[in-house]
């Protein structure tokens, strides 16, 4: 008997994984026939090619992408000249695709602003970087990588267990049916990752560890919070650089992963709240709604994320004369993109809710511009 229950759990989960894959294929395709449709039901675009609109017209208004992605460390699409627009989607769609040839259809499912923009950086201070055309094929799904570079695989199983442990997380603060079914359906390509990087899981799984003590101890501390994060990411991305890495690329990577910290914290006030989930910036009584809290507090709020925000730039313009290329791009997206991130998550406009749960979550206000 306890065989038949092993079988029933393995088809189940093959048939899960399956599902997952015909809904990543549909999305692609999906965000190519009608975008209205994806914005009204609120699903994200897994991995879309971008429309291939002149480089006046995407000036214009946000690259349909855009809508896709999670996380805070995005350009400011108005700011780019049309070189830097084309590159950032090069480096966009070259992402997903190393997650989709290396891990699987599932495994685009993880694809991020973040994680991008730090593939951008390191490829920038290594000299790696991206001279790839764009996608010529109509179905994106079918197209496969343009480079072999190390870093590009590296950067790609590092955010898969990266997601990894952020459904871990997630799973202990709320183990519901649909944190399950997110972790079965990226479950192959965390393994393959795993398997790939033992010792990136090993070092990101201590940084949570830590976390997650501070956590239980009540901690209220935003900023330590965000640095204990960021602390824990810095071992892989040390690795990927090599000879490259520095202390103040240290420093670039932990502010940044502190101010999406901090920017996350103050996005979930609400949910929080009321799933009486931890978030440092939550008051131990007395709370009404974020909106409240933030206009009653607005110069702490204000000065939490522009000091972060503030010394990542410090960081950053001591790397950047060494930088071997992608430097507007970066300069974009360092001074204001995310400045520009933190205005709207201030100003109660947010659209990226960095945790990988809400992929699949309706929440047409994170989703829509």
Not at 21 to 27: P, T
Not at 295 to 315: A, C, H, P, Y
């Amino acid at each position: 008997m306890p065989d038949v229950w092993k079988m029933l759990s393995e088809a189940s989960k093959s048939i899960i994984w399956l599902s997952s894959a015909a809904m990543a294929i549909m999305l692609h395709e999906s965000m190519r026939i009608n975008e209205i449709w994806i914005d009204r039901v609120g699903l994200p675009v897994i991995g879309c090619e971008i429309s291939h609109a002149s480089a006046d017209e995407s000036l214009k208004s946000p690259p349909a992408f855009r809508v896709s992605m999670l996380g805070y460390t995005v350009p400011a699409y108005g700011r780019l000249s049309p070189a830097d627009l084309s590159r950032y989607r090069r480096y966009y769609c070259e992402t997903c695709h190393q997650l989709h040839d290396g891990f699987g259809l599932t495994g685009t499912l993880t694809v991020n602003y973040d994680m991008t923009f730090n593939t951008i950086l390191l490829c920038g201070v290594t000299g790696q970087a991206l001279d790839v055309g764009p996608t010529e094929r109509t179905i994106c799904v079918l197209d496969s990588c343009k480079t072999s570079a190390d870093l590009m695989r590296d950067m790609a199983a590092y955010t898969l267990i990266l997601t990894k442990w952020e459904l871990l997380d997630d799973e202990t603060d709320d183990p519901s049916l649909k944190s399950r079914f997110i972790s079965l359906t990226l479950n192959r390509a965390i393994e393959k990752a795993v398997r790939m990087h033992p010792d990136y899981d090993d070092m990101v799984g201590k940084g949570f560890e830590e976390l997650r003590k501070l956590e239980l101890g009540g901690c209220r501390d935003a900023r330590l919070m965000g640095r204990t994060f960021g602390s824990g990411l810095i071992g892989a991305l040390e690795d990927i650089a090599g000879d490259h890495y520095t202390s103040d690329l240290g420093e670039v990577f932990t502010e940044l992963s502190t101010a999406v910290y901090i920017m996350d914290a103050i996005d979930d006030l609400d949910e929080d709240y009321m799933e009486g989930t931890y978030n440092p910036l939550l008051p131990e009584s007395g709370y009404v709604n974020a909106r409240t809290l933030i206009d009653k507090d607005v110069f702490r709020f204000t000065g939490l994320v522009n000091e972060t925000i503030g010394s990542m730039q410090g960081s950053y313009s001591r790397i950047r004369p060494s930088m071997k290329g992608n430097e507007s791009l970066c300069d974009n997206i360092v001074y204001f993109g995310i400045p520009e991130s933190a205005r709207r998550v201030i100003s109660g406009n947010s659209q990226a809710k960095a945790s990988i749960k809400n992929m699949f979550s309706n929440r047409n206000a994170r989703m829509s511009e």
